[in-house]
Structures are given as structure tokens and as C-alpha cells.
């Protein structure tokens, strides 16, 4: 596990859109795995600026981590819908190779596996983006989550729950599941990169990065990852006693 540790979040972001804009330089056809939520979208500033600058996204497939259940691709808080503002409309990326699972199929069982085929046929995952929770998931693998789960329809927790209200009107309005790829899909990702900033998420990466893995928190399962880099602020990493980088 490599840990980077920046004065900001800006800087993190640009860090690792420096990371995944050099890559799909020299690999145009790379497959990205990517996140939802408030960390990843600095990241995604990154990467538009790199498009602008001439990196060519056109070839490059890329598959989401999860979906809620129930809400429409048009609902403003759908994780299609958050991609395609965030990302997807503001790059060269041919929509049609952009995968995000269907949270609103009248066969949840046959989308999750058919997502893990699709994850496979298109030769896997070269670079998986990640947040944590506060409870530690990645993904939406809630704790206690089995490391060797795949794809799945996920309960959410009430602490996921709460953390999420911010994004509706009100709590209820939360949907109570969603499709997340499993630990091992994430696990098989060729490189992980993690990102968290701000004080939310000290505990969580604590034990992820420095205590025996554990189902309860689901991100120490990439303490056996053998390419996973943290990407930290400093407000994220203040219980990290590990040896770290800074930058
Ligand atoms: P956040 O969510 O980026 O909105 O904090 C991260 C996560 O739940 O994985």
C-alpha cells in the first residue's frame, strides 16, 4: 500500500489526475473504474482539464462501482445521472462505453452478474477510483461485507443512510439499496487508487490502512491489493502513524 499525503485536497486531485491522465496517454483503451459522491469530483475537474488539453478519452470504456435501487437514470441523485454531469458530458468518452448498473432493471440478479461478465469481457479493470465511507465501505459494501463478494444488491446502513440525506431532500428519500460491485471485482482491479479528504473519514482509514483486515471495514481488504495508492489530505490522514509520503 503506497499512502500520499497532501497539504490539500487540490493538490491530491491533481496528483491523481495526473495519474490517470498519463495512463490512458499511453494506454487509449484503458478501462476505468470509477466513484460517486463529493470526493471523486475534484478528481473529475482533472481529468475534463487534461481532455481539454488534448488527453483523448474516446477509447477508454469505463464501468461504475454501483447504482441505487429503484431511482430513474433522470433523478438528479442517480449515480448515471451524477456521471454524465460530472464527467461524461464534459469529455470525449463515447457514452456508449460507459457502464453504470441498472438499479431500475426488473431482474436485479441477472444485472449483477451480467455487469461482472461485462466487467470481464472488457479484459477488467486497469484502475479502480475509490472512496471510503465513514463506516469503511467501498463500493457499497456495507460492514460486515466478505471479502470474496461480487456484485450484489446491497442493504444500505443507516450510518450510509445519514451520510447520503445530504444529497436529498430529506432522509427518506434515501433509497434503502443499491447494485455495488463486490470486494474481489474491486480487488481484481489491476491498481486501486483511494481517495478521502477532511476529518469524516479518520477512523474508517485508520483501520483500513493500519489495523488486521477485517469484514467490519471493508477497505482493509486492499491491505492484499498489490497496487493500491491512498490519495489523503491532511485532515484525512491525522491518525496515520504508518510511514507515509508526503507531498
Ligand atoms: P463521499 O462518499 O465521497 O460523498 O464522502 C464516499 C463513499 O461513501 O464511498
Do not use: W
Request: proline share 4%; net charge negative; aromatic share 8%.
Amino acid at each position: 500500500m503506497e499512502i500520499k499525503i497532501f497539504k490539500t485536497e487540490e493538490a491530491a486531485a491533481v496528483a491523481a489526475g495526473r495519474y490517470i491522465n498519463n495512463f490512458v496517454k499511453k494506454n487509449p483503451k484503458a478501462v476505468i473504474g470509477l466513484a460517486t459522491g463529493s470526493t471523486p469530483l475534484s478528481l473529475y475537474n482533472e481529468m475534463i482539464k487534461g481532455c481539454k488539453e488534448g488527453v483523448d478519452y474516446s477509447g477508454v470504456t469505463t464501468f461504475n462501482l454501483d447504482e441505487y435501487v429503484g431511482l430513474p437514470v433522470t433523478h438528479n441523485e442517480s449515480y448515471r445521472s451524477f456521471m454524465n454531469r460530472n464527467l461524461f458530458s464534459q469529455i470525449n468518452i463515447n457514452i456508449r462505453n460507459t457502464f453504470v448498473p441498472d438499479g431500475m432493471s426488473a431482474d436485479l440478479e441477472t444485472q449483477c452478474t451480467d455487469y461482472e461478465e461485462r466487467i470481464r469481457s472488457a479484459g477488467g479493470i486497469d484502475i479502480q477510483v475509490l472512496g471510503i465511507g465513514s463506516n469503511g465501505h467501498i463500493g457499497f459494501n456495507e460492514p460486515p461485507a466478505p471479502f470474496d463478494s461480487r456484485t450484489s444488491v446491497i442493504e444500505l446502513t443507516e450510518q450510509t443512510i445519514n451520510d447520503n440525506a445530504r444529497f436529498f431532500d430529506s432522509k427518506e428519500e434515501v433509497p434503502k439499496r443499491a447494485i455495488s460491485m463486490g470486494v474481489q471485482t474491486i480487488m481484481d482491479a489491476r491498481c486501486c487508487m483511494l481517495l478521502a479528504y477532511g476529518s469524516g473519514k479518520t477512523s474508517a482509514l485508520k483501520g483500513a490502512i493500519e489495523e488486521v483486515p477485517d469484514t467490519m471495514n471493508p477497505a482493509s481488504a486492499l491491505q492484499n491489493h498489490p497496487n493500491v495508492t491512498f490519495y489523503l489530505d491532511e485532515a484525512a490522514a491525522s491518525l496515520i502513524t504508518k510511514q507515509v509520503r508526503e507531498f
